[in-house]
């Protein structure tokens, strides 16, 4: 294990349910929550634990994903489909039906919203018209997660048949079927500076993938239990895994080497399972989510 110094600054509540995304506004110390109890909330980095709601929703939100430029946040409202929200007036702008299954990640690439549900679809829909232009359909167990290539030429969409699908960003096109995993996958992440993707899932084991021939380079039993969540920090020299056994690890992101483990005994960590991350920009602060209703903000010396 390293020196690396882990100080707990911040803790925000106000959910009244279990946490399970939070997403951040690039550039911006602002991030956004939503959460089992439907609220939707803006939080900033420099005004701890005072949230400001957004949007009250019927069902549980799985998913978030904003829109600097346009100062938009897209929601998956478990459900009922995706609801775009300005974020000037915090008015609805848009929304659309799409299936009546549960909205697990959204992404934007090129003008178009990616969004993967439990019924195995990854919808393509034209942002500006909310008009579905294609429908990804390659297995009947649930898309969980999508990730976005650098060079924004491909993505991985992770599927809980424990397949990653790798889609050419332009035609849609299945590129490559990833095998290996056990069990669903529930996270994939592109590196930032080298051809790798990461991926981990129900199996609690974080796989390595050679993005030059597609190959696994490497299988690590990364938690006791399923990882929910890959984050990498904004230099690209370091990586976050987050899971159901409550703990928060910190990695190399060159060697795939243990660092530091976050949890509850050791940092006043979380008391159930984590579900999500984001390494901010923002004076490099790593944010974390959870089951417990709360969500803690870390700092994090190497």
Wanted: with cysteine.
């Amino acid at each position: 294990m390293s020196t690396l110094q882990v100080t707990k600054l911040h803790t925000y509540s106000g959910h009244k349910d279990a946490i399970y995304t939070i997403e951040p506004m690039d550039g911006q110390a602002v991030f956004f929550s939503g959460a089992g109890d439907g609220m939707i909330v803006r939080w900033d980095l420099d005004s701890p634990d005072q949230g400001h709601l957004v949007a009250k929703l019927q069902n549980s939100v799985y998913a978030l994903h904003s829109i600097a430029n346009l100062n938009q946040l897209v929601v998956g409202h478990n459900y009922q489909g995706i609801h775009i929200i300005d974020l000037d007036s915090n008015r609805e702008k848009g929304s659309l039906a799409l299936s009546s299954a549960a909205i697990f990640d959204i992404k934007y690439l090129g003008g178009k919203l990616l969004v993967a549900s439990g019924s195995g679809e990854v919808h393509v829909v034209t942002h500006e018209t909310l008009k579905v232009e294609s429908v990804l359909q390659h297995s009947d167990k649930s898309a969980r997660c999508i990730g976005i290539a650098p060079d924004q030429q491909e993505f991985s969409v992770g599927y809980s048949d424990n397949v990653i699908r790798v889609f050419d960003a332009t035609t849609y096109t299945l590129k490559y079927e990833l095998t290996g995993h056990s069990n669903s996958v529930f996270t994939v992440a592109y590196h930032p500076s080298q051809s790798v993707l990461l991926s981990a899932g129900r199996d609690a084991h974080l796989r390595v993938w050679n993005l030059d021939d597609y190959s696994a380079n490497q299988s690590i039993a990364a938690h006791m239990y399923a990882i929910n969540h890959v984050e990498f920090s904004p230099n690209g020299h370091h990586f976050v895994t987050c899971s159901m056994d409550k703990s928060i690890k910190v990695w190399d992101a060159h060697q795939f080497k243990l660092l530091k483990v976050i949890d509850k005994a050791r940092h006043a960590g979380h008391g159930t399972s984590v579900n999500k991350l984001y390494w901010s920009h923002y004076n490099q602060q790593l944010v974390s989510c959870s089951d417990d209703r709360t969500i803690s903000v870390w700092d994090l010396k190497f």
